[in-house]
């Protein structure tokens, strides 16, 4: 009975591994292969269990780092994520308030918001502290807007 269960839980799980694409229950199907072979060789049910338990932990343990480092590398980079500690400069006055506000950095403008919530003229330069989701997160610098930036829209 108990090589009846645990090959059509190795299967069942193989089955539910394929059908998700997403490395999700192999280690458990690996466990159920190695308490089908000690079933096999007769051995007791809570050793068989015992044996499910321990090899699916020891290889969800030892290779879903590995695994999730490749598989899961989908993300494209996107250049955003050197944009904190850059200059920018308000185009648009940014008030959290009423939603508005765009500045102008390397050469591309973006939605803004105030990370204190004050109100940003045209024209303020501002440091970008982050982003969150398509906003830049800014709050004023500690120097002036220079006459030297770029603020022509192309």
Do not use: H
Request: proline share 4%; aromatic share 8%.
């Amino acid at each position: 009975m108990e090589i009846a269960f645990w090959g059509g839980a190795a299967i069942v799980l193989l089955v539910i591994e394929a059908a998700t694409y997403g490395l999700t229950s192999v280690w458990f199907a690996i466990g159920a292969l190695c308490a089908l072979i000690a079933a096999l060789l007769g051995a007791q049910l809570w050793l068989q269990v015992v044996w499910f338990f321990l090899i699916s932990a020891a290889t969800l343990l030892l290779t879903r780092p590995l695994v999730k480092k490749y598989v899961n590398s989908r993300t494209q980079p996107t250049n955003a994520d050197r944009l904190p500690g850059q200059l920018a400069v308000v185009r648009e006055a940014v008030d959290n308030l009423s939603g508005t506000g765009t500045v102008y950095v390397d050469g591309k403008l973006w939605t803004a918001r105030s990370s204190g919530g004050e109100l940003l003229p045209v024209g303020t330069e501002v440091v970008i502290e982050g982003i969150q989701g398509v906003k830049l997160i800014v709050r004023p610098s500690a120097s002036p807007a220079s006459q030297d930036t770029d603020i022509r829209e192309t």
